[in-house]
Structure formats: structure tokens, C-alpha cells
């Protein structure tokens, strides 16, 4: 199965120019305030692409998903919208959620600690991909200050829940792939520091051998 894997496009979809796949998955951060004008905007993207499936984790951005939930899955549409919640498509399981470290005032906040370990003990364990909006902390989570600012709490639940694919976004300047302990994990952040496009999607196989990048351009 190919998984077209994007993240933080900020309102710049449009722009892009998806690769072919049998799974297209957004990691959070698909507008800019989470207004509904934008989450609308997305959702017509959405439609307008021909992959099989669809899937949707929403980020700090994305305001409507967690003021309006309601609404904001229903401008969505025909999409897979995981919040802390799974899909089995055809015979691949997936599980995702939108928590993440407290981060200014931003959606989808939960302290360090015991919050956010209740999140990530609802992952099942063997999934095979998991979709966060925040990294694990120590795994592609490096800011422009040289600090790391992923999730230890993730970090901590990983090998229980032992995805093959590990999909993330949140933290733009760590764009990119990293491969170990069994497990392929992708920052698919596609903006840069200005909000602005500066990379392209992550095209990643899943087979029974496991998970690996097919094009994963700088």
C-alpha cells in the first residue's frame, strides 16, 4: 500500500502537486487559525484528489476541530478523521490523535506528563501506522534553537504500540526520515519557518517487509 504523507500546509494545499497513492494522509495543521472558510477550503481540496483513502489528523492550527467538533467533521466530509481513534483499511491498521505538548495558546494542548500518557496508552499496540501532530520527543523534533521539544510520553509508549510507519508533523525545521528500532518515521511538515512551502510531500510503501520512503524530496 502507498501512503502519500504530508503535514503543516498551512493553507497551501493548492499549491501542491500530489504524487500518486492508495492513501493520502494530512498530520495536522491544514490551516492557519482553524476558521471555517479554511477548513472548507481544505475539505475541497480533499475532494479533488483521486487517492483511495483519505485521513486527517488535525493540529495546534486547526482550531474548528476542537471548539466546533461537530461542524468541523461535517465540512470535512467523506474523510477518515482520527482523533484519538483507528481505521483498519484493507487489512492496514492506522490510529491517530492531535495532542501534543502544551504549546502557547494553541489547540490540542495538554501539559507534559500525565495527560498526554493517557492519550498514548489508547493506541493500541501493534498498529501498523500511527499519526501524530506532535514528534516524539529525541525523533525529528529539533527546533532552529537546537532544542528538542517532542513528546517524551510518545516517546515512552513507542515500543508498546511498535508502528511500523510513524507519521508527524508540528515541528517545521526537522522536515524529514528517520529509520530505526524497527519503525520508519516521517516528519511530513511540507512549510517552512514562514509558513510558506518549502518542501514536498513523503511518498512511503507499507508491505509485509515493512515501511520505506519512495520519494522523499528535500
Known sequence: MRFVCLSD????HDRL???????????GDF????????V????????????RHKLVVA??????????????????????????????????SLWGSPWQPWFHDWAFNLPRG??????????????????????????????RRGERVGCESLAAALPRIAPRLHLFGHIHESHGTDCRHGRLSVNASLCGRGLSLEHRPVVVDLDSDGARVVDAPA
Open 114 to 143: 500525565e495527560a498526554l500518557e493517557r492519550v498514548w496508552a489508547g493506541a493500541p499496540t501493534g498498529v501498523d501506522v500511527l499519526i501524530t501532530h506532535t514528534p516524539p520527543l529525541g525523533t525529528l523534533d529539533l527546533t
Open 17 to 27: 502537486e500530489l504524487p500518486a497513492g492508495d492513501v493520502l494522509i494530512h498530520a
Open 59 to 92: 493540529g495546534n492550527h486547526d482550531f474548528l476541530f476542537q471548539e466546533q467538533r461537530t461542524l468541523a467533521r461535517e465540512i470535512l466530509g467523506d474523510v477518515h478523521y482520527l482523533e484519538d481513534s483507528g481505521v483498519d483499511l484493507e487489512g492496514v
Open 31 to 38: 490551516t492557519r487559525r482553524g476558521t471555517i472558510d479554511e
Open 9 to 12: 500546509t498551512h493553507g497551501s
Open 40 to 51: 472548507a477550503a481544505f475539505a475541497a481540496f480533499l475532494r479533488g484528489q483521486p487517492h
